[in-house]
């Protein structure tokens, strides 16, 4: 393939099969694309999550434990193969946030304690790096039908 031009017209699967087709001889070039694929879509779904939250580069940096630098590049660049999953982690939390709340309203109940967690927020889970159970509290936050029991 000579341009992104000879795409733009396909459905994602048809795109799919052309790169395969095209590079199907090469094992090693179609495991890196399809990890650069899934690091540029964790880095998209990372700057949702920075605005849905209300956090900045900075702020999010802190949480994350990395540099304000690092963040910039991953949301330019993608995200690096080992924060992928705490990265779709965070992004299913905040479509369960976005789908349930009004938008104005997550970065108060990121920043809010939960009682069933001792206390800590949502922003207190991440920079303790256990994003699996910021998903966790946010299913619960949403289980509507305890409501009737």
Do not use: N
Request: proline share 3%.
């Amino acid at each position: 393939m000579r341009s992104e031009a000879l795409l733009q017209g396909l459905g994602p699967e048809e795109a799919a099969a052309q790169v395969y087709m095209a590079h199907r001889h090469k094992v090693a070039w179609l495991d890196v694309f399809a990890e650069s694929l899934g690091r540029r879509r964790a880095g998209e779904s990372l700057a949702q999550v920075l605005q849905a939250w209300g956090l900045s580069q900075a702020e999010a940096a802190r949480l994350l434990g990395v540099s304000r630098q690092a963040v910039g590049k991953w949301l330019r660049q993608g995200a690096p193969a080992d924060r992928t999953a705490a990265f779709a982690d965070l992004a299913a939390a905040t479509d369960l946030l976005v789908r349930y709340l009004k938008r104005d309203r997550i970065p108060a109940v990121v920043r809010r304690p939960v009682l069933s967690r001792g206390g800590v927020s949502l922003l207190d889970l991440l920079a303790q790096g256990d994003t699996s159970t910021v998903l966790a509290v946010c299913r619960d936050m949403f289980q509507f039908e305890r409501a009737h029991r």
